[in-house]
């Protein structure tokens, strides 16, 4: 992977970075219309860059975008581009309350993971089994670089950045639908579960989705 480039998420990276989003979170199962897809991926990506302090892209040498992980950093300012996140998703999601009524059924399922969220959040918080500050809010690869080593790259890139700034745990939400061993392989701990039925085509009816939790690890 000698040609591949790690910088800051810039914004002629979005198509790419949609198309990730689309494939690894399964948004055409809940958006199965072409006209709907992109909004759809268009609001994940949105959320993301609102939530995030920190943006790394992998960037191959003819500009393919082959990974993306956001997060955020307690205490550390948000993304420049926050008020153009704010206006792309106010826009995707007025065409999918719209264009997207003939869809809702799977449309809204999609949203149920927002839910479980925040029942693990306060699962997490009623026990004080993490302390919930530091957030990996993205991180996903292009099927064509699994394996190659751009996730573990992305990775190791933003626990360096939150070792440089005195951090010392971070969590992140998934679910059974990724590669969750990737976090344990890594040392994280499954904090709280949660189920989500779900009556989309193409996709298990129940869905574990989870909340894991890690140390920062220290300097080799």
Partial sequence: MSDTIYRPYEPHDTEGVLAIILDAFH???????????????????????????Y???AVDDVGRVLGVIMGRVEDEPHLPARPLAHAR????????????????????QAYGFERRYA?????????????????????????????RGV???????????????SRTDFFLYTDSLCNYQ????????????????LDVEGLPRRVGVYLYAGAVPGRH
């Fill in 119 to 147: 029942e693990l959040r306060s699962d997490v918080l009623s026990t004080g089994a993490a302390a919930l500050t530091d957030e990996i809010t993205l991180f996903a690869t292009h099927a064509a670089a699994r394996g």
């Fill in 27 to 53: 948004v055409r199962r809940y958006a199965p219309r072409p006209y709907l897809e992109r909004s759809a991926a268009e609001v994940v990506l949105s959320d993301c860059l609102l939530a995030s302090t």
């Fill in 151 to 165: 996730g573990t790259h992305l990775y190791d890139g933003f626990m360096e950045h939150l070792r440089d700034h």
């Fill in 89 to 108: 998703k106010l826009s995707a999601m007025a065409w999918l309350a719209t264009a997207g009524l003939p869809q809702w059924h799977t449309l809204k």
């Fill in 55 to 57: 943006t790394r892209v």
């Fill in 182 to 197: 990737f976090y344990e392989r890594r040392g994280m701990m499954r904090a709280a579960t949660r189920d989500l039925e």
